[in-house]
């Protein structure tokens, strides 16, 4: 059972790092000494804020968190031996967030996300409780941390996605196994799984191998025969006490696979009241109300894909085997010896221990959540429709939730690229920019005209666009060595006074190389190694193969 939450520990010197299960103990018995009540007006503010959070819808599970916040400074303040009251707290909090300061930077057992945390939420609840305007982080050598997200790369993406994907079949091979005649049958149970791996099922009992009075040979008889009718009686027992296990390990599975389903929160999740379900088809799937009386207006209260229903309703009916009782009214009835709070979510450790076994990551209820957004995302290629179907901001869609994905963004590229430049591949040296040739005007007498099949006739085309790489200078270098060799071939007839149309060409690409390199000192040096590489016989390879044929028949 949870144990209440209370202050009082607060006033007594000591008392707020004491076990919080054994202090009230400890205080009875005077271990602690009389409380200050020096302290008593600072802690019933203390006591006001948090009680008034709640009462205005505030979270449980935030109160909890603000309260371990509180026990942290009161821990510190009684081993520094100060005394908060009203009057100091200010400059108590500012020391104490020296304190976290110097754990962070010189001791290094903090981080500087953990100290921002810390105060942070402290400096929120005395901000209310002395009612500052200009809150009391301000005033600290406490910095706000960003939060980064790293690059993803292309093989952490696929990653994700393939352990998502075995976490995903681990939950559905564990909820196929755990049947309603599994779990009161005989044990073990044996959970099979796609990946084949397999894991034994005692239900809270020790595996019989492992029974050292089942397998010593020592063991009397009579001591072995009591154990095995002890264990009889256990597997015959189909009650909650001794099933728990088994139906646990059922819940968080299909509380898990619900999550991923319906992308609701866990603190919501877990909290939902069973009932009977009515079904309305919705794009691909079902928004799913609840039936009050017979009466099928209720509001909406998820929404689920088709594929889904199925699954859903063979849970629901084998809740309504297990728990005849009704599991407490809960839809996901989590029970423990403890018997831990309603509100509080649960930590889903069966879940855990099993992905460890099987070793695969346990992806939990954020990261499910974040591959459901993801995949609508890239499904819909819609931030306002994805963030309305996941009860988000576009904002908040965009900051928190979607990952990149390489595929979608190589896509998106190539189609802005297609869009805003059209270049299409070229015969000759370059791209071109659109398939219509078309003569440039001061085309020299003689120049080849461009029909989109010759690459000489495309130097002299008004689409054809160069490229700005040292590649495309090369390209050009090997391009006009080529024609030299073809001009070096040509036995021009006598009384023939009409030049050859490749000194024209050569000269086009003398011309582009000369402004290609007076333009910057980088592509100066383009140029230049293009050059280079042309005199060692380094070829460009779209022109090497024309250009060794050339050579061959010379």
Same mark, same amino acid.
């Given at each position: 059972?949870?144990?209440p939450? &209370?202050?009082?520990p ?14 009230l ?8 000494? #009389? #409380?200050?009540?020096?302290r008593l ?26 309260? =371990? ?11 520094s ?30 981080? =500087? ?16 409780v002395?009612?500052?305007?200009i ?6 050598r406490?910095d ?11 093989k952490?993406? +696929? ?8 976490? !995903?079949?681990?939950?559905? &091979? ?41 397998v010593?040979p020592?063991? #009397?008889?009579?001591? +072995? ?6 264990r009889? +009686?256990?597997?015959? &027992? ?16 299909e ?15 877990? +909290? ?12 691909d ?14 509001e ?28 407490? !009214? ?30 695969? #990551? ?7 959540r ?104 090369w ?6 060595h ?5 001009? =070096? ?7 023939? !006074? ?57």
């Open positions: 059972m949870e144990t939450w &209370d202050l009082r607060l006033l007594y010197r000591g008392g707020a790092s004491t076990d919080i299960r054994k202090v103990q400890v205080i009875a018995g005077g271990a602690l000494g #009389p #409380p200050i009540l020096d007006t600072l802690v019933t503010k203390l006591h006001d804020v948090l009680a008034g959070n709640l009462a205005a819808g505030g979270s449980r599970y935030t109160a909890r968190i603000a309260i =371990a916040h509180i026990r942290s400074f009161y821990a510190w303040v009684d081993e031996n100060r005394s908060p009251t009203l009057a100091t707290v200010e400059t108590d909090f500012l020391e104490w967030t020296n304190h976290l300061t110097h754990r962070q930077r010189v001791v290094g057992d903090l981080t =500087a996300v953990g100290v921002y945390n810390l105060s942070r939420h402290l400096a929120r609840l005395l901000d209310e002395l009612g500052l305007k809150g009391l982080l301000r005033r600290t406490v706000f941390v960003p939060s980064r997200k790293r690059v993803l790369s292309t952490a993406d +696929k990653q994700n996605s393939a352990d998502t994907l075995a976490f !995903g079949h681990a939950l559905l &091979d564990i909820s196929d196994a755990l049947t309603v005649d599994s779990i009161r049958g005989k044990l073990p149970v044996l959970i099979r799984f796609r990946s084949g791996k397999q894991i034994e099922e005692w239900s809270g009992l020790q595996p019989d191998h492992k029974l050292k009075a089942l010593a020592t063991t #009397p008889p009579s001591l +072995k025969e009591k154990v095995i009718n002890r009889t +009686k256990w597997e015959s &027992d189909t009650s909650l006490r001794t099933k728990r296990p088994l139906i646990n390990l059922r819940i968080e599975a509380l898990l696979i619900f999550i991923a389903q319906t992308g609701m929160n866990l603190s919501q999740a877990h +909290k939902l009241d069973i009932g009977r379900f009515s079904y309305q088809s919705h794009l799937g079902y928004l799913v109300r609840r039936v009050y009386k017979d009466r099928r207006q209720g909406v209260e998820f929404e689920i894909y088709s594929e889904y229903r199925t699954l859903f309703e063979r849970y629901l009916a084998w809740h309504r085997a297990i728990f005849q009782d009704g599991g407490n !009214g809960l839809l996901f009835p989590l029970s423990s010896r403890q018997q831990r709070a309603r509100d509080v979510s649960p930590p889903l450790r069966a879940i855990r221990v099993r992905c460890a076994l099987l070793k695969i #990551p346990f992806v939990g209820p954020r990261s499910l974040s591959a459901r957004v993801n995949w609508l995302m890239r499904r819909s290629r819609d931030p306002a429709l994805t963030a309305e179907m996941n009860q988000h901001t576009t904002q908040t869609l965009l900051r928190d939730y979607i990952r990149p994905h390489h595929q979608a963004a190589i896509v998106e590229i190539s189609r802005f690229h297609s869009t805003t430049d059209p270049a299409i591949a070229s015969p000759g040296p370059g791209v071109c920019a659109e398939g219509r040739p078309q003569l440039i005007p001061d085309a020299s007498a003689g120049a080849p005209r461009p029909d989109c099949i010759s690459p000489a006739g495309c130097l002299f085309c008004i689409h054809q666009r160069d490229i700005d790489s040292e590649d495309h200078a390209s050009l270098a090997s391009y006009r080529y024609k030299s060799l073809e001009l =070096a071939m040509y036995r021009p007839p006598r009384k023939s !006074g009409v030049p050859h149309p490749v000194i024209a060409v050569l000269d086009r690409i003398t011309d582009k190389l000369e402004c290609f390199k007076a333009s910057s000192e980088n592509r100066s040096l383009w140029v230049s190694e293009a050059i280079a590489r042309v005199e060692e016989g380094e070829f460009h390879p779209k022109w090497d193969g024309f250009i060794q044929l050339v050579e061959a028949r010379q």
